[in-house]
């Protein structure tokens, strides 16, 4: 048995195992110094990780003011609210603890469940929640962001008179040149993120300092007395913690981005972002002070007749983000705003083609198309993605028409995503050894604020939050069938054993009396042991139309749980005729079969452990290499079976999605004109009662 590394040398493969040879020093660098900080790496963790999070003020203190009285119990409670979530959410829970459980240095919702799937199989349901989670969130994260920073054009002058209509078609054209940009990748504009968000961070402490000073009581909101306060005694204040969650939906990205960035990098920044942003929001909340007994409300609450008869004082609500900015500097900001709202967008767009492309890997989404459009590191593309993305954001954009009424669904997703994050940490804890009281601990803690901020964002339902659940639940229900259908079918794969059926492979190589089918034939396997085969595969090489070769090579794929493996193993079960490839990859490893195959070959005939040559005379005078066809059996549903009914419904669900992905050839990167497809009927349940009644015929 030959067992290698595919980076090792490869003429065939060199423009591939390069950015592999690239990607693996660093790897090894992030697990031996994943607490070392550079100031590149710091610049770069500010461009890629905290669009989301640092845009959150933008948007923050208007969901909350919206409609309720401005008074201290008001603004110092939502306020304590913020900065203890920022602290035990953000900080604790994802800065000092998620970010231990990196995989290989890599972090994710789906590096995590890779890391403890092996524990309990259910625990790839928390994982598709949580991604669905992540990608709804991914359609709603920039409409909110690049429309709250567009309708701060309402707050110059020249400007106040621009109608919603008119801001939402700016809107929509921002978002259609991003999406339009991302098949051409982000390599010498990202270059740009970094120092734009620093810009961002420094901009939010100077606006926030500068306004402290308009009621210095402001730092009392430091306790956590008033966010208590806040919550049982003021009438309704439960329900605000809804608008307070907005202010850390961008904590996952900071899990998501480890392998971008690396722990130490990530935990410095946040300090410095952190910092910054609590400033700005006590900016923000010592400006409001100055306002108590005012009530301020969106355009759609004004118009209401009910809300004018209890507030018939109410003025049209100002975002206080851009309420804190001197006149001259206004426009400056908002430019300045709308950036980081692209960046944040860009983040989250990046995000979910990474959170889609580690979901194949680990089978649990429909094969798709990915280009990498640049060498640089993380950098692809999903065509198929960039267009949901786009139209979810802008059906986004055009139902909800103003950042006030998005921020009415905005959370309610994310806090799934973050309950499965828990539980699966949970998880990573018990599988580590951790103490059973700091693993309870960890469980009350976060449950208990997880599922408060779940039932106050559950309020958001009627208003819009229905549409993130309703989107969330489509992309689960895709992950569901993906997922569910493999295990149907693979409960009525018949795998036999392959030594049973190699005399007679052996004969029907040597049979010259059967046309020769191809001189090698390559078959995809499924069967993890080696000395198995599917009964699919001899059947179709022996029953179907007999398919003679000089030599049979069976390829199994195997996904493991890190991010970056790929290595293959040899067994050469009858020498130059039957042989087993394994390929052994990473779950972020693209499986280029077709050319990782060719490698193989290649070292195997410098080894002289396989003869390739053709074996037609005239072709082997000449050392003429034969011809290799790989052989795709594609499965359809037949009509003999007899199915439970949602089993059905998955099966039917199944090959409707895969109708429209990739297809398997394709998916494993082989070229067409080298494969060979074969339809082959899937009963994964027979019908076994056939009325079927024999009658003699009279006469």
Known sequence: MAYRCLEAGCPFLGYFCRGVRFIQPIISALGQKLNSVTVAGL?????????????????????????????????????????WTLTLQTTIKYVILTLKADNRGEGGIFSLYALVR????????????????????????????????????????????????????????????????????????????????????????????????????????LSPHYAIVLLTKYPGGFWLLGAVFLCTTGAEALYSDLGHCGRG?????????????ILNYLGQGANLMTHSGSVFANEELIQKAHFLVTYPSATL???????????????????IATMAAIIASQAL????????????RLNLWPKLKINYPTEERGQLFIPGINALLFVGCSGIVLYFRSSSNMEAAYGLAITLCMLATSMLFANFM???????????????????????????????????GFVTLIVGGLLFLVMYVWFRSRKIKNRYVEF??????????????????VTKFGTHLVFMTSANN????????????????????DIYWFVHVEILDDPYTCEYIVETIIPNEVIRVEFRFGFRVEQRIQLMFRKVVEDMVLNKEVNIVSRYESLQRNNVVGDFQFMVLEKFLSHDNELPFWERVIMRAYFFLKEISLSEERGFGLDPTYVTVEKFPLIVSPISHLRLRRVNHDG
């Not at 036999?496 to 009396?513: A, C, F, I, K």
Request: hydrophobic share 50%; with cysteine.
């Open 430 to 464: 018990v599988y580590h050894r951790v103490s059973k009281r700091w693993i309870y601990l960890y469980l009350i803690v976060y449950l208990t604020i997880e599922l408060s901020f779940l039932f106050a964002n559950l309020n958001k339902f009627p208003h819009g």
């Open 118 to 221: 092996r524990r309990r199989k259910w625990l790839v349901y928390p994982a598709m929640i949580g991604g669905a989670a992540l990608l709804a969130d991914g359609m709603i994260t920039p409409p909110i962001s690049v429309t709250s920073a567009v309708e701060g054009l309402r707050q110059i002058p020249r400007f106040a008179e621009i109608n919603q209509t008119t801001i939402m078609y700016i809107v929509l054209g921002i978002l259609a040149i991003l999406f339009f940009m991302q098949q051409f990748g982000t390599m010498n504009i990202g270059k740009l993120f970094g120092p734009i968000m620093f810009i961002w961070f420094a901009m939010l402490a100077i606006l926030g300092l500068s306004h402290i000073s308009d009621d210095w009581g402001i730092f009392r909101a």
């Open 496 to 513: 036999v054993r392959l030594e049973h059926y190699l005399p007679m492979l052996q004969e029907l190589s040597n049979d010259m009396s």
């Open 265 to 277: 990098n990530i935990r410095v920044s946040w300090v410095f972002v952190k910092s910054c942003l």
């Open 43 to 83: 610049v770069i963790a500010l461009g890629i990780i905290y669009g989301d999070i640092g845009t959150s003020p933008l948007y923050v203190f208007t969901a909350i003011i919206n409609g309720r009285v401005i008074s201290e119990d008001l603004i110092l409670g939502s306020l304590s609210c913020i900065i």
């Open 349 to 360: 767009i990046s995000g979910s083609f990474t959170l889609i492309s580690e979901a194949m």
């Open 530 to 549: 080696p000395k198995e085969i599917e009964h699919k595969i001899m059947y179709s090489i022996l029953n179907r139309k007999p398919k003679r070769a």
């Open 317 to 335: 609500l100002q975002n206080p983000f851009f309420a804190i900015m001197p006149d001259w500097f206004r426009i400056i900001g908002i430019v």
